[in-house]
């Protein structure tokens, strides 16, 4: 398995600023998500970060309230832009290796926007 | 898109009983199915996946059945214990020798309590 940290692990922000969550991996995957998980809900996928390319958006999820970086194939960043309290929720990556079915989730960033 | 649902939302079982926890899917082109068990406050972890060309998988106390025609698939664990007890989700996704080609569908989660 991969090993997948984030930073920071949880952070409490002020409406209208904006936060970014770092994904980093151990070694090198092929693909990498980003998820929000809102208090005893399910995992609901925002985008995918694409190696050297635009991420590709989920229904519901934009570039300008959510954009996403992946400079190399071990990390990647999502901004969370201009929060509002609606946007307090967990934030996950997860990360696949080429060949590999399994899915591999970070420990995730808990936010609470006030 | 695919759908996943998932059943039932809760479950509470006394220790040592059995636990089934059951998905359907919309999309019979999904061939990969995995569970992940959340613990409160932890990431969800991988505990078992089965493909379509196999009907059951079992790893110690956990089996998943699938049945492609019905598009179902279901967990099951046996003799359960209080560390048991958590957060279980299903998904379905479709796979190509290996390579993600679509994203994983989750369903919305059952709240497993194993009483001792």
């Known amino acids: 398995s991969a090993v997948i940290s984030q930073k920071p692990s949880r952070d409490i922000c002020q409406r209208g600023t904006s936060l970014t969550i770092q994904c980093q991996v151990d070694s090198q995957v092929t693909m990498m998500f980003w998820y929000r998980q809102q208090p005893g809900q399910s995992l609901t996928l925002i985008a995918t970060?694409?190696?050297?390319?635009?991420?590709?958006?989920e229904s519901g999820f934009v570039i300008d309230k959510f954009p996403i970086s992946r400079p190399n194939l071990t990390f990647s960043t999502l901004t969370v832009s201009n929060m509002s309290p609606e946007d307090s929720s967990i934030y996950l990556c997860?990360?696949?290796?080429?060949?590999?079915?399994?899915?591999?989730f970070g420990p995730g960033t808990r936010l609470l926007v006030l | 898109g695919e759908n996943v649902e998932q059943h039932p939302s809760t479950l509470s079982v006394q220790e040592g009983d059995s636990a089934v926890i059951k998905c359907t899917y919309s999309?019979?082109?999904?061939?990969?199915f995995p569970w992940y068990k959340q613990e409160l406050g932890k990431r969800p972890q991988l505990i078992i996946d089965i493909r379509s060309n196999v009907g059951e998988k079992k790893d110690q106390r956990i089996a998943v059945t699938l049945n492609k025609t019905a598009k179902h698939f279901s967990l099951h664990i046996t003799e359960t214990q209080p560390e048991d007890s958590a957060v279980y989700f299903c998904a379905a996704s479709y796979r190509f020798r290996g390579s993600t080609l679509g994203r994983l569908y989750f369903g919305r989660g059952t709240q497993l309590t194993v009483w001792p």
């Open positions: 999309d019979s082109a999904s061939n990969y």
């Open positions: 997860s990360v696949e290796r080429e060949g590999r079915e399994t899915q591999y």
């Open positions: 970060a694409n190696q050297g390319s635009e991420a590709t958006y």
